[in-house]
């Protein structure tokens, strides 16, 4: 069973939005130590950035290029981790990827950092806006 499974990539117009969501069923399901969850992009050849986190007390962090466009949420059982996606624009066009790891380490991908071992990636859902 994979670990993270993202939906709800697709394409639309500048100024639409999209709703991805994250099915992490299959990483919640086993033992862990404490785990922040969080939404990454990377857009053709550049480098996998944050887009948004939730912090062990579910506060979140977003990137200044998506701030007040996107909202990340999580159910309260935390099997499922979603990104509310407003006002796209082309430049939000980028396969995104939903992960978990310790909240240190996923603070530390936000940089280029890889996860651990405990951590986990997704497979990625491809999102294009089109002008």
């Known amino acids: 069973q994979a670990q993270l499974v993202e939906s709800g990539g697709g394409s639309v117009h500048a100024g639409g939005s999209l709703r991805l969501s994250c099915d992490a069923s299959g990483y919640t399901s086993r033992p862990r130590r404490r785990y922040c969850m969080g939404w990454f992009r990377q857009i053709e050849d550049k480098q996998r950035e944050g887009v948004a986190a939730l912090d062990i007390n579910g506060v979140p962090t977003y990137s200044n290029s998506v701030k007040g466009r996107f909202t990340i949420s999580q159910d309260n059982d935390k099997n499922t981790l979603s990104l509310q996606m407003d006002d796209l624009t082309p430049e939000d066009t980028a396969m995104y990827y939903c992960?978990?790891?310790?909240?240190?380490?996923?603070?530390?991908?936000?940089?280029?950092?890889?996860?651990?071992?405990?951590?986990?990636w997704g497979q990625g859902t491809q999102v294009t806006v089109s002008s």
């Open positions: 992960a978990a790891d310790s909240c240190w380490v996923l603070a530390e991908a936000w940089g280029g950092r890889p996860l651990s071992s405990a951590g986990a």
